[in-house]
């Protein structure tokens, strides 16, 4: 939820006062938020519904109902917190033992073949990740690159823009987030999709909105994991996935 919300909070610059006004309310009260209609807010912030309107349009959403949707979705995410302690350290690879079990459990073989025809059809391939999916997917190029196919994963949000507006039919974007609700990773997603440019999701939750997206998805057992304010959520189920669509796509080549 922190970082969700501190991901809103950096489009505070382009906002008008009375829009700076509706995205405070919504940092400080996520849970109130959630619980209300669009006539009550505009009602408790003594603003009008066009305002809220705006304000989650500048945000990155669709309206009041799309914004309100990812952030009860992000207050939901919170009530499953596992909080670490250095003294639970076996309770720690029981949780990482659990994502790894459950991701091999729900890996579906078609998909990964499809996943890997994709690759293999594909000019060339760029992941997109942000954060701390950013390695991740780094990882990953490097690997398909030895491979021999030519793939790239960049850092820079702008950069990472341009490529999308670059890529062709002919190409493969690879889209990697733990929540499927990062902005900019939607906004790269739907810059692809224009482009008709084929594209993967690879998520640690069901029912984002990336997956409405992209023309195939796989998901990560994840769970939220923190040591006081640190996130030390695992990627590595998101690397394993990765990794089965590569060592498939090779055996493909071969």
Not at 106 to 111: A, K, P, T
Not at 168 to 187: C, N, P, R, W
Request: hydrophobic share 40%; aromatic share 8%.
């Amino acid at each position: 939820m922190k970082t969700f919300l501190k991901r809103l909070s950096q489009h505070r610059d382009r906002l008008s006062q009375l829009e700076k006004q509706v995205l405070d309310y919504l940092l400080i009260n996520p849970d109130k938020v959630i619980k209300l209609n669009v006539n009550e807010l505009a009602k408790e912030l003594f603003v009008s519904t066009a305002t809220i309107s705006r304000t989650c349009k500048q945000l990155g959403y669709d309206g009041f109902q799309d914004l309100k949707y990812t952030l009860s979705k992000y207050v939901d995410q919170d009530k499953e917190v596992h909080v670490i302690s250095s003294t639970t350290m076996l309770s720690q690879i029981d949780r990482m033992k659990a994502e790894m079990d459950q991701t091999l459990q729900s890996i579906n073989e078609e998909q990964i073949q499809k996943a890997a025809s994709f690759i293999k059809e594909s000019n060339f391939v760029e992941f997109f990740g942000v954060g701390a999916s950013h390695p991740t997917c780094v990882e990953a190029a490097r690997k398909l690159t030895f491979s021999g196919k030519i793939s790239s994963a960049r850092e820079d949000w702008d950069e990472l823009r341009c490529v999308a507006n670059s890529l062709t039919e002919q190409d493969l974007a690879i889209l990697v987030s733990f929540s499927g609700e990062t902005l900019h990773i939607l906004e790269y997603a739907n810059i692809l999709k224009e482009r008709n440019v084929r594209t993967i999701a690879v998520v640690g939750r069901q029912n984002s909105r990336l997956q409405q997206e992209v023309d195939l998805t796989f998901h990560a057992q994840i769970m939220n994991g923190y040591y006081g304010d640190l996130d030390m959520s695992s990627r590595f189920p998101l690397s394993i996935l990765l990794d089965l669509m590569i060592l498939t796509y090779m055996n493909k080549k071969s």
